[in-house]
């Protein structure tokens, strides 16, 4: 995160986040809704699995999304696209979404739709391979991408998004071929951050994987 | 940048890393160097067009380099091997290096060479599409690169680093057969942002735009 002038700063600041995170959660609990955060580099490929997720499963799950981007609502544009509420926030110049920030787009949604109507809940992060990791917005939880394009390093060089991460998809593996890329040293750098996560390569183009993904995402319901 | 408790708080901060930038540009200047500010997304390849830049120019320029990583000396350790000196330095938890982090790593480049011999100092920021774009470092000039696998949106959703870029890099140019991917619109994204700045397209896999890169280094000089 950005430095701060002291540490008790950092610590406040982290702590009021905090208390918003565990509000949203309580809402989300009583809606009998899932929240899932998600999470990644700039173009790694959030907003193409939200939109195969959407087509995919409109007729099992009742979905909504927080959409999350510094401007502009063309993610939100193209998730709308589905038929899902989408709730755009827009952050200005902050490099994540925030409990309070997320708390406004749950209102917004619980205002407009019935809230027990909902399974899933995502909200999409700003694409940030490093601070949405130190942030919870209420989630149950927190999904990260990284595509086959990024290296086998990331998680060693960008451990916090790692070692925080339940479930962990490697993005764009079409691409595998074209590259020098060695899938089992980036697991292997994956699992020494963080054990237990689950691991799903995935193509959103080819479709490699989604139905992994969506296995996954029915045991979080 | 992350939120603050209010906006005073935020001007603070900005304004106490631009004074340490300015006392870090004068330096630079005193001893006659050039300093440039890398910045990206985790993955683009800012360390592989510096191993690609080392090694091509070593014989025309004295170049060094300052390397920031949250952890590891993994890319340090990369850019050793040209022979040039490499400063690591591990940011934490910091989304950013800032003026009083690089200040450090400038001023242990003059206790260990005479940096009256030096041509060419690169920054390596951490890979960060968002926050580094805030916080100068006293570099003369700043280079952001956007690799052909992130789209083309990228500059109208993270406006910021664009809109600061002197030069920007469009890198991994061979992937393109393999992408939907429209250079021309990237580009003209590009120019909503920033109507100046300076565009290459690069491999740094072919070599592709290696050669006005290096022209356009030559003019910063």
Redesign the interface.
Known sequence: ?????NAA?EI??LHANQTGADHNRAHFDEWGITCLNLMS???AGKTVLLERTLFTLKQELKMAVIEG????E??ADRLRQYGAPVIAINTG????L?S?MVSGGIHTLAQTYNPLEFDLVFVEN??????PA?FEVGEHAKVALI?V???E??P?????MFQEADCLLIT?T??VP??EFDMQRLESNVRQMNPQVTIIPLSAKTGEGLEQWFDWLRTQI
Chains 1, 2 share one sequence.
């Open positions: 995160m950005h430095q701060t002038f700063l406040n600041l580099s700039p173009g981007d510094m401007t502009t063309l993610d110049r902050s490099c994540h925030d309070q700003v694409g940030n391979l490093v601070c130190e595509s394009t990024e290296g390093d990331k060693l060089k960008y451990p916090i764009k079409d691409l074209y590259l």
